[in-house]
């Protein structure tokens, strides 16, 4: 498996704001996954990182709201961009084990957001 | 219609019993498949892969059928500490896009 670790936390930021979310895997990952998790609801895809070339957004998600960094193997951003309070949301990360590409996902402890 | 469903739940059920979820999917070309669980407030956590040929884990038995686009999983058994939310997941596309369902929520009482 992987362990997948996620900074911030949480963070409770204001309305029009940026934040910058971290995710660190602990080996080497072919793909890693960005997800959001809305109060009470399942998890939505919103881009897979690609390393060496754009993210690939999900349909309704867009890079001037949510940029996507993947500057190698083993580490990722997200941003959430100018936020509103409809941001409010658990982001988290995900990637699968080693370089195979339909195994199982492993997933980081999320960053959870509040947007005033 | 959503691309994976589940049942609406929530299952409220004594310690003991067993307990069945069911899943469908409406993308035939899905490739895999999987039983996540989810705790409140956590990540969801890898529970289980479904394999074809049905596959077993203990009190966790979890099936496939391809040809009615159908996934389950069976909980034996049940414990206090079964309660959390059990997301069906399916995998399809060239990069292993994940897709889950909206979770059937587990309660097991004593």
């Known amino acids: 498996s992987a362990v997948i670790s996620q900074k911030p936390s949480r963070d409770i930021c204001q309305r029009g704001t940026s934040l910058t979310i971290q995710c660190q895997v602990d080996?080497?990952?072919?793909?890693m996954f960005w997800y959001r998790q809305q109060p009470g609801q399942s998890l939505t895809l919103i881009a897979t990182?690609?390393?060496?070339?754009?993210?690939?957004?999900e349909s309704g998600f867009v890079i001037d709201k949510f940029p996507i960094s993947r500057p190698n193997l083993t580490f990722s951003t997200l941003t959430v961009s100018n936020m509103s309070p409809e941001d409010s949301s658990i982001y988290l990360c995900?990637?699968?084990?080693?370089?195979?590409?339909?195994?199982?996902?492993?997933f980081g402890p999320g960053t959870r957001l509040t947007v005033l | 219609r959503k691309e994976v469903e589940q049942d609406p739940g929530p299952f409220n059920v004594p310690e003991g019993a067993t307990v069945a979820f069911n899943c469908t999917y409406s993308?035939?070309?899905?490739?895999?498949f999987f039983w996540y669980r989810q705790d409140c407030r956590k990540e969801p956590k890898l529970l289980m892969s479904?394999?074809?040929s049905g596959n077993e884990d203990g009190r966790f038995t979890a099936q496939l059928n391809r040809a009615s686009q159908y996934i389950s999983l069976l909980i034996r058994d049940s414990k206090l500490s079964d309660s959390a939310t059990y997301l069906c997941v399916v995998s399809s596309g060239g990069y292993n896009k994940l897709i889950f369902g909206a979770g059937t929520r587990l309660a097991v009482h004593p």
């Open positions: 479904v394999y074809s």
């Open positions: 990182a690609n390393q060496g070339s754009e993210a690939t957004y």
């Open positions: 995900s990637a699968p084990p080693g370089y195979s590409s339909y195994n199982e996902q492993f």
């Open positions: 993308n035939s070309a899905s490739q895999s």
């Open positions: 080996s080497q990952v072919t793909m």
